[in-house]
């Protein structure tokens, strides 16, 4: 019996992957490389000593989808194939929506033709909106988003809520990341954003081995404890773990459930740029700008459910984090881009 990861070459679902095929679970992988690229498998392989099997395919095709059900025993899905960038989602709403929804679409109908029930999706803490009171716990009120991208995120957690209690879907769990980070402790894997990042930790890791000149920090007149904004930041492989345990959690039972996955800490811009400088060796110069539209000043997890339901609790802090994203990029330059 295998695991489908749909987006599983991307910067979750290969750090998955890897923590997968380490517990000894056969993986299909399902990805169309718009963001990541063939190298990343080869670096799965050579860091699990595992081989997994392989399909470039848009997940927007149902006889590509088909295909892979019929060809494999497959009896869950971890769901990562997605469009994911929050600005261009807000530039391009009709590409995000009609891609987002279509995926998931295509995929249920697979996997309900296949007769595989179980599915954990790959959520994301910005379901919550802009108001919710810090910690979130799973019973904060959802929404209103702030951009197309994650209001496909609330729209597909909808539609796959409804699909288990229609008996469309057997059990599904629906993972809300926080801010994921770093990188597996090889430096052979890691986030290679397209482009310059629109995230933190790889825009200071991009400062750092001196691809950019400067680090903007977005606004220190924020409510916080040193003005700039807060996020509950977590080790990717951490994450990469969660998703085995919700995997076991979801096949066990017949229900649909929402975890926060998040170390339940927040820390600022200038703790985050400090702890990479201290991790690093190496200078992080920044400047501080205008605040950038759409953030928030604080968002950090109540994680306790996912430690309950789950028994999946961080175990990597903010320097390992940083030690991590360090390795990967002064490894890798310029990402995976051919050497
Ligand atoms: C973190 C903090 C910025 C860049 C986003 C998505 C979210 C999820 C995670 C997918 C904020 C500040 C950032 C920079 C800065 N993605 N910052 N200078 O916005 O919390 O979440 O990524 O699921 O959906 O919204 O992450 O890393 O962009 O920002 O000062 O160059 O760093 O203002 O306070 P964010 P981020």
């Known amino acids: 019996m295998a695991v489908l990861l749909t987006g599983g070459a991307g910067f979750i679902g290969s750090h998955t992957c890897v923590e997968l095929l380490a517990a000894g679970r056969d993986v299909v992988v399902a990805d169309n490389f718009s963001n990541s690229k063939p190298v990343v498998l080869d670096r799965i392989r050579k860091i699990s000593g595992r081989d997994f099997v392989f399909y470039e395919t848009d997940l927007r095709d149902a006889d590509g989808l088909r295909r892979i ?25 009709l590409y995000y929506y009609s891609h987002n929804l279509t995926v998931t679409f295509e995929l249920c109908k697979a996997m309900r033709e296949a007769g595989c029930g179980v599915m954990v999706f790959s959520s994301s803490a910005t379901v919550y909106g802009q108001n919710g009171k810090m910690p979130l716990g799973e019973d904060s009120p959802l929404g209103p988003t702030t951009n197309p991208y994650g209001e496909t995120k609330l729209m597909q957690e909808r539609i796959i809520t409804d699909l288990q209690r229609a008996g469309e879907l057997r059990s599904a769990v629906l993972l809300r ?7 597996h402790p090889s430096g052979l894997i890691g986030e290679d954003p397209n482009g310059i990042p629109n995230n933190l930790l790889p825009y200071i890791s991009q400062v750092a081995v001196g691809k950019l000149p400067y ?14 904004g807060v996020r509950d930041y977590i080790h990717v492989v951490d994450l990469a773990r969660a998703h085995l345990k919700a995997l076991d959690y979801a096949a066990r039972k017949s229900c649909v459930r929402a975890f926060n996955i998040g170390t339940g800490t927040g820390y600022s811009v200038l703790d985050v740029i400090k702890a990479f400088r201290d991790a690093s060796g190496k200078k992080v110069p920044y400047r501080t700008v205008h605040r950038r539209p759409g953030d928030v000043a604080e968002c950090y997890a109540d994680p306790s459910l996912a430690a309950h339901e789950l028994r999946w609790k961080a175990e990597y802090g903010l320097s390992r984090m940083c030690e991590d994203a360090y390795r990967w990029q002064s490894m890798n330059p310029r990402g995976y881009e051919e050497q």
Do not use: C, Q
């Open 177 to 183: 990341y926080f801010n994921p980070i770093g990188a």
């Open 215 to 228: 680090v903007k920090v977005y606004g220190n007149d924020y409510p916080t404890r040193d003005g700039t």
């Open 69 to 93: 059900f019929a060809e494999n025993d497959i009896d869950a899905v971890i769901h990562f194939a997605g469009l994911k960038a929050v600005g261009e989602s807000v530039a391009k709403p």
